[in-house]
């Protein structure tokens, strides 16, 4: 028989290499399928570039347990520029500085507590991001203001999430593509 060219000739070619049609095969053609594509998919991964399935020892050290109790904190902030983001509205009226309560035209999509960004205007104010404590209505109680803001001003809501990334990891030789299982070594014998 020739070199298989097709899917179909190669499950025949595979199919006569088991011993069919003198051992009557009973698979079905899904089951040959995955099959196939199981080994196509293992060829891919461990035999194309020349790599090798090999087994490798590490033996944990107080670094590696060290490192893994710790974590990096990272601060995710989101300003949106629409409602479909993060809440954004516009100042209902005039704010002078030092002022304590800031009215917005709609406030409903703002939490009860959180802080906001005011945008700079056209009347050189400075953009500040300031905290509020209670929200009323379309009010919001917030620290003393360090600018003016104008009419029609930009409100934004700021969404901030800190998140901790464990650093539970081990450091690789750099020939090392992958780790498909990690196999517990002890002392005891009857582990299967």
């Known amino acids: 028989m020739a070199e298989p060219t097709t899917k179909t000739e190669f499950k025949a070619w595979c199919k006569r290499k088991l011993g069919y049609p003198v051992i009557d095969i ?63 509205t516009t100042l209902n009226g005039a704010v002078l500085q030092n002022a304590t309560s800031v009215t917005l035209t709609d406030a409903t999509n703002f939490p009860a507590t959180g802080s906001i960004t005011i945008a700079a205007d056209a009347t050189p104010n400075a953009a500040e991001t300031v905290a509020y404590t209670l929200k009323t209505g379309n009010v919001l109680t917030t620290a003393a203001l360090a600018n003016n803001h104008a009419t029609g001003a930009a409100v934004t809501l700021n969404v901030t999430a800190e998140w901790k990334i464990g650093q539970d990891y081990i450091p690789m030789p750099d020939g090392i593509l992958s780790v498909l299982r990690i196999l517990p070594f002890t002392d005891r014998g009857n582990l299967n």
């Open 26 to 88: 009973n698979v079905d053609d899904d089951q040959v399928d995955d099959r196939v594509d199981e080994a196509i998919q293992y060829w891919n991964t461990f035999m194309q570039n020349g790599q090798q399935r090999v087994y490798l020892k590490h033996q944990l050290t107080t670094e590696d347990v060290n490192r893994s109790s710790t974590n990096t904190v990272e601060t995710a902030t989101a300003r949106g520029t629409g409602v479909s983001e993060v809440s954004t």
